[in-house]
T-cell receptor, first 114, second 115 residues
Framework: DTGVSQDPRHKITKRGQNVTFRCDPI?????LYWYRQTLGQGPEFLTY????????KSRLLSNRFSAERPKGSFSTLEIQRTEQGDSAMYLC????????????FGDGTRLSIL | AQSVAQPEDQVNVAEGNPLTVKCTYS??????LFWYVQYPNRGLQFLLK??????LVKGSYGFEAEFNKSQTSFHLKKPSALVSDSALYFC?????????????FGTGTRLQVTL
């Protein structure tokens, strides 16, 4: 399978702990996006990378969230000092070429905060 | 700011009947419009997109969508529904900012197809 891969699929942690998620995009895709989806809602944009450069961050993204994409390949999303409100599905997507090309999504990481 | 509205939380249709899932959008500039489908505990799968050109766009699994600029709508259609089409459907709009092309999604419409 050469689709977008996310790890882990599920993460359960206690409030206040730090968590890190990984996304491996489709290999030739230079654009990488992170979204957050809560129950009953559509995904909300968090941040965007073009190659290794983080070009846009949502105002929703608190300073407890940080994302990296070293070498323009895989990406990590870290949440520090997790809170109950961080419980959600975190989705990664990748694309290439023109901005009007579709984004291809991974199956997400479901985060549950105890 | 761009926004998408999906006015129906759920659409129920009998197998073999045509289906329509509604979407309206608001955006400054020319929109790029997308439909995605989501199955339980999975990510979103791309169905089709409208960029420019013909107002009727054909996509995967027999789905199509009609772009209507005057009504700012992009409704998803299928001539004959299947039980396996039952899933959560999201409409999304994107406008290039020059540095990104983030998607803004609607709240989703659950499609239930019954025998």
């Amino acid at each position: 399978d050469t689709g977008v891969s996310q790890d882990p699929r599920h993460k359960i942690t206690k409030r206040g702990q730090n968590v890190t998620f990984r996304c491996d995009p489709i290999s030739e895709h230079n654009r990488l996006y992170w979204y957050r989806q809560t129950l009953g809602q559509g995904p909300e944009f968090l941040t965007y990378f073009q190659n290794e450069a983080q070009l846009e961050k949502s105002r929703l993204l608190s300073n407890r969230f940080s994302a990296e994409r070293p070498k323009g390949s895989f990406s990590t999303l870290e949440i520090q000092r997790t809170e109950q409100g961080d419980s959600a599905m975190y989705l990664c997507a990748s694309s290439f070429g023109q901005f009007n090309q579709p984004q291809h999504f991974g199956d997400g990481t479901r985060l549950s905060i105890l | 700011a761009q926004s998408v509205a999906q006015p129906e939380d759920q659409v129920n249709v009998a197998e073999g009947n045509p289906l329509t899932v509604k979407c309206t959008y608001s955006v400054s500039g020319n929109p790029y419009l997308f439909w995605y489908v989501q199955y339980p505990n999975r990510g979103l799968q791309f169905l089709l997109k409208y960029i420019t050109g013909d107002n009727l766009v054909k996509g995967s699994y027999g789905f199509e969508a009609e772009f209507n600029k005057s009504q700012t709508s992009f409704h998803l259609k299928k001539p004959s529904a299947l039980v396996s089409d039952s899933a959560l459907y999201f409409c999304a709009v994107s406008v290039s900012t020059g540095t990104a092309s983030k998607l803004t999604f609607g709240t989703g419409t659950r499609l239930q197809v019954t025998l």
